[in-house]
């Protein structure tokens, strides 16, 4: 089990418990910075699941930056304890005016990649660049970043993620450059601004989040700037999402790949000028 949570915040995920020809309850059991739940709302290090299982929560807090291994221990009376393995990643919040061109391994590191299994996924490499000078960017591709390519067969639903907090703003602006292929709404990027969440496992919005400029980057060969205006609402600790999503028929290369991403925030006198409003 894989948790990443920002530094000094908290994130969780549940997994499914089956118990066979039990006796008593089951009790799982970890220790801070990991805890656990029966219902997703009340953490602690200990709690009770009915003698035929049932969804175990498992939130991790992490106070600093970097990787934290633990165990939730399952009991039950008269049956040998299972120990399941818990990987936690703490990752630094940046903060406003906020530059990503791809080409800092520190910064770099603090994006949550969630590919899964799925044979395409995203990845930071040298496959695909627009910045001046720079040769990376963050791209999909089905051969571990080589190319900035993907098997249109092959159907993938995979998340990349950065923790930022935004402050407090009459508005703000995210600029980036980006280029996706694809098809239509079935091959294409998506964006997602909102509170940190879980990312799910289909290509629903994450819980809380705001689908933010097109609905479908997609069916663009060129890398093309793009420009979105964002409400004071989406002020303090926010999480910034890109999914792609691919079916498994038709679609062309390239498939999605962004670089030189921007985030200010706007107030009294900011001169910079709208192209999508959301």
Not at 48 to 67: D, K, V
Not at 264 to 276: A, E, K, L
Request: a negative charge; charged letters at 10%.
């Amino acid at each position: 089990v894989s948790i990443a949570a920002a530094v000094n915040g908290s994130a969780s995920t549940s997994v499914h418990v089956d118990g066979y020809n039990l006796t008593s309850t089951i009790t799982a059991t970890t220790t801070y910075p990991f805890e656990v739940s029966e219902d997703g709302i009340n953490y602690g290090s200990t709690a009770s699941l009915a003698q035929i299982g049932g969804t175990l929560y498992i939130q991790y807090s992490p106070t600093a930056s970097g990787t934290e291994t633990g165990t939730v221990t399952l009991s039950s009376t008269g049956a040998t304890d299972v120990i399941v393995t818990v990987n936690g990643t703490a990752l630094e919040t940046a903060s406003l005016p906020y530059s990503q061109n791809f080409e800092d391994a520190t910064e770099n590191s603090q994006w949550m990649i969630v590919n899964g299994s799925y044979t395409n996924g995203w990845y930071i490499g040298t496959a695909a660049n627009t910045t001046a000078g720079g040769s990376n960017a963050l791209y999909v591709s089905n051969d571990n970043g080589t190319t900035n390519a993907y098997t249109n067969g092959s159907e993938s639903i995979v998340w990349a993620y950065r923790d930022i907090d935004f402050g407090t703003h009459s508005g703000y602006s995210l600029s980036f450059k980006y280029r996706c292929d694809g098809e239509s709404s079935w091959d294409p990027m998506r964006i997602y601004l909102g509170a940190p969440a879980d990312v799910p496992t289909s290509d629903e919005a994450p819980q809380g989040a705001t689908q933010i400029g097109m609905t479908n980057y997609s069916e663009i060969l060129s890398w093309t700037d793009y420009n979105i205006i964002l409400p004071a609402s989406h002020s303090g600790a926010q999480r910034l999402y890109l999914l792609w999503k691919n079916d498994s028929s038709l679609g062309d290369n390239p498939p999605a790949a962004i670089d030189d991403i921007v985030i200010i925030g706007r107030d009294c006198g900011s001169t910079s000028v709208p192209i999508v409003s959301n």
